[in-house]
């Protein structure tokens, strides 16, 4: 079934977007050449929670997969890359 997330389902969505954000941006920053490696450690982390939350049927995945579409699209255009 579809249910609320509670407390401790958005501390756990929190600490995995914090913990893929911290070791994609180490990774990024020290094995890409990539110009926005916050940016792009960002939108992974966004979307990872997001994910995980949906993965649990919690209503509010969508509010983490928006916030990672959000980044996603002014990202892609600076890299100059086109939407699909």
Do not use: Q
């Not at 501390?11 to 977007?17: G, R």
């Not at 929670?49 to 928006?66: F, T, Y």
């Amino acid at each position: 079934p579809v249910t609320f997330s509670t407390a401790r389902d958005w501390l756990a969505a929190a600490a995995i977007a914090a913990a893929v954000f911290g070791a994609w941006a180490v990774i990024l920053i020290h094995l890409s050449k990539s110009a926005v490696p916050f940016w792009d450690a960002g939108l992974t982390a966004f979307a990872c929670a997001g994910m995980w939350l949906l993965a649990r049927r919690k209503v509010e995945n969508w509010l983490w997969l928006n916030a990672s579409n959000a980044l996603a699209a002014p990202l892609y255009f600076f890299k100059g890359w086109m939407l699909t």
